[in-house]
């Protein structure tokens, strides 16, 4: 008996099929684009381009970096960065820590005080080339060193900026509403200095909601911003609600706003909040916030979401700065994530003695397509 000939439609499928391994007939929805105003509005589909969505992502611990409580010990440790060199960087409150690459301690490069060179209450920092370069909030200056801290030039600053990047310092404030009782709008100010001259050159405003009835004052709309320093961009989110602004510092506007068919998890209070919305008035959320963190990787946005497993671990969602999203994966590694490079992944993790170690991943998917 002769196979029945199959129709024209499953042959193509099949020749698909055969062609492109993990393809199907069905294309993957692809985002929507409009434009309002001059910006660019991206809204992807619930699942990513790529093929596996959901998985736990391959990592492998490659370095241990401990506390040494006679030459240093960790506090707060966050913004990591890897120098040319394959030197360490790691900012603790009022210290900026250089390792080795194999994660030997090699200096605090912060010398305390308000003279040249000195840093009285450090912000964020670059580093780029064999230069590093730390804000200092408190005199809204930028000192320029080298990779093991030696002393260059400083410049003054208009305003203070926490965030450095390839053209401008970055920083950001916010005005509270006057209004009391109800939700009103706060207006966060990011304010760029040009890096050539420091002198102020720029404020970019936005708008989120905040209440405000002392004793009762919380942000209903959390900021959280991360730069991309090489383009000089920043992913801005300041909302419940899963969405993106990117602000092109350059052309001096937001360009783009992305986001993402997301299923919000219901708020749920911890119970030293619950007091405070069982108070007349006070407004409770609907849904926790989407997005919980931002990291730049050097090349894509990473968004921590408010999605986690006991098993897989925290959901973290990656785009590209067009807006596409390229990828949807579980982390599971124990403590948290304070930054991301590259193939590395950087994790603060406590020890039940109450020391801390900050862990390098090497992430075994970087590269793959």
Known sequence: MKNPRLPAVVSICLAVLLALPGAGCKEAPKKRVTIVDGVEIAANPALPLHKDPGRVLEVRERLRIRDRGDAYYFESPTAPRIAPDGSIF???ISRLMRFSPDGAFLANLIKPGQGPGEIESPGGYLVEGDSVFVSDN????VVRMT???????ERRLENYGHVLTRGWFVGAL???PKTQGVLSDAVY???CASRPDGIMRKTHTLQGKFFLKPPVIFAWDRLFWVADAGRDLLFVSLSRDYSIKVLDLNAGRVIRNFSRDYPSVPYAARPQDKAVFAQAGVPTPGHGDDVLELFHDGASLWIRTSITDDRKGKLFDVFSADGDFLDSFFVSVKGEIIGVLGDTIFVNETAEDGTMAVVLYTNLEFGRD
């Open 90 to 92: 790691l900012m603790d």
């Open 138 to 141: 408190a005199v809204n200056k």
């Open 147 to 153: 990779l093991d801290g030696r002393f260059l030039d």
């Open 174 to 176: 916010v005005d509270l």
């Open 189 to 191: 100010r990011f304010v």
